[in-house]
Each structure stands twice: as structure tokens, then as C-alpha cells.
T-cell receptor, first 110, second 113 residues
Framework: QKEVEQNSGPLSVPEGAIASLNCTYSDRGSQSFFWYRQYSGKSPELIMFIYSNGDKEDGRFTAQLNKASQYVSLLIRDSQPSDSATYLC??????????FGTGTKLQVIP | NAGVTQTPKFQVLKTGQSMTLQCAQDMNHNSMYWYRQDPGMGLRLIYYSASEGTTDKGEVPNGYNVSRLNKREFSLRLESAAPSQTSVYFC????????????FGQGTRLTVV
């Protein structure tokens, strides 16, 4: 089983700041990377995916991938209290082979 | 459009009892999955079905069985529940490319006493 590591947090940021969430993975051959948001007591919801090195932006969210360093991150600009949730990193390392990290809890302080 | 629907939402079982968790999706997805989520362990794949008529073991299949009844439905059965199976169970579906783009059901919180 491949490993996906995330800092469990909580990561606390003030409202309006940039939240930076990080994830490292063990399998160098991994091809695709996903960020899920999970509110307390709810199911995970896909918010971003990235396949190529570099940045991918979608609204206030930016996913960053560095395959050489085996590192993927999620930036949330202009953080809002409604962004407070646990963010799960998921890595696809083969057909039907996806490993989830344990998640980083984000708290946005009004 | 309901997405992925799981039943029940909550369940308490006694050790040794059996039960089936039901899951249905209306997105015409080929692949369906059963995960369990435990504190500090993340989401772990129990079983998956890449297409109608096929099922395969995931990371933690022991103590579980599955049935892909048709393209829409994928059930998870606990034959003899154990306290170690206390968890939150999620069903998910995807278009079938085998990637991590999945849609999750609302979850079943199972307690085995």
C-alpha cells in the first residue's frame, strides 16, 4: 500500500488569509492527485484534481503539483469561515488504486 | 438527481449479528466502491467493482462481502459483526477510469457492541 502523508492540523488561519495545505506521497509513478473537502459528519466532496506539474486554479482554489518532490498542495485564497473543514489528499497510483491521506483540519477564524 | 444514496444512515449491531449496507447511484457510473473511515486512519478501500458483474478486494476486505446487483446498486454485507468493524462506511462511484474522481454517499455510521 502506498503512503500519502498530511499534517493533521488543525491549521488555523484568519478570515481573508491564504490557507496552504500540503501532501506528500510515496509512489513516484503516481499520475493523478485529488483534493476532497469533508465537513464534520458529512461525506467527502471532490474540489480539485491535478494531473500535470505546475499550478491549476479554480476560483479561490489553486492546486500545485511537483512530481519530482512528490508533493502536492492546495491553496485557498481569501479564506472564509465556510472553508473550515478537513481536506483530504488522494493519490491515484494505478488502475483502481487510490490512497487517501488522513486529512488536514482547517479552521478559518472570523 | 440524487447522486449516491446509502441506507441506513445509522445502525447499532450486537457482536455476531449480520447486516447489509445498501448503495445506489443514478449517475450511470461504471465503478463503485465501499470505504470505511476511522479516526486517524483515513479512508480505506474495502471492496470495489470496476464494472457490473465484477468485484475486487481493496485494502481491508476481511469480514466483508459485496454484491454488484446491477449497474446502479452495490451492497456491502457484514456476516458476523465485530467491534473492530465499528466505523463510518461510505459508498462511492466514479465514471470508471480508475482514478480518484469519486462521488460519495452520505455515509453509514455503524456501531458494533
Amino acid at each position: 500500500q502506498k503512503e500519502v502523508e498530511q499534517n493533521s492540523g488543525p491549521l488555523s488561519v484568519p478570515e481573508g488569509a491564504i490557507a496552504s495545505l500540503n501532501c506528500t506521497y510515496s509512489d513516484r509513478g503516481s499520475q493523478s492527485f485529488f483534493w476532497y473537502r469533508q465537513y464534520s459528519g458529512k461525506s467527502p466532496e471532490l474540489i480539485m484534481f491535478i494531473y500535470s506539474n505546475g499550478d491549476k486554479e479554480d476560483g479561490r482554489f489553486t492546486a500545485q503539483l511537483n512530481k519530482a518532490s512528490q508533493y502536492v498542495s492546495l491553496l485557498i485564497r481569501d479564506s472564509q469561515p465556510s472553508d473550515s473543514a478537513t481536506y483530504l489528499c488522494a493519490v491515484n497510483w494505478g488502475y483502481q488504486k487510490v490512497t487517501f491521506g488522513t486529512g488536514t483540519k482547517l479552521q478559518v477564524i472570523p | 438527481n440524487a447522486g449516491v444514496t446509502q441506507t441506513p444512515k445509522f445502525q447499532v449491531l450486537k457482536t455476531g449479528q449480520s447486516m447489509t449496507l445498501q448503495c445506489a447511484q443514478d449517475m450511470n457510473h461504471n465503478s463503485m466502491y465501499w470505504y470505511r473511515q476511522d479516526p486517524g486512519m483515513g479512508l480505506r478501500l474495502i471492496y470495489y467493482s470496476a464494472s457490473e458483474g465484477t468485484t475486487d478486494k481493496g485494502e481491508v476486505p476481511n469480514g466483508y462481502n459485496v454484491s454488484r446487483l446491477n449497474k446502479r446498486e452495490f451492497s456491502l454485507r457484514l456476516e458476523s459483526a465485530a467491534p473492530s468493524q465499528t466505523s463510518v462506511y461510505f459508498c462511492a462511484s466514479s465514471e470508471g477510469r480508475g482514478t480518484g474522481e469519486a462521488f460519495f454517499g452520505q455515509g453509514t455510521r455503524l456501531t458494533v457492541v
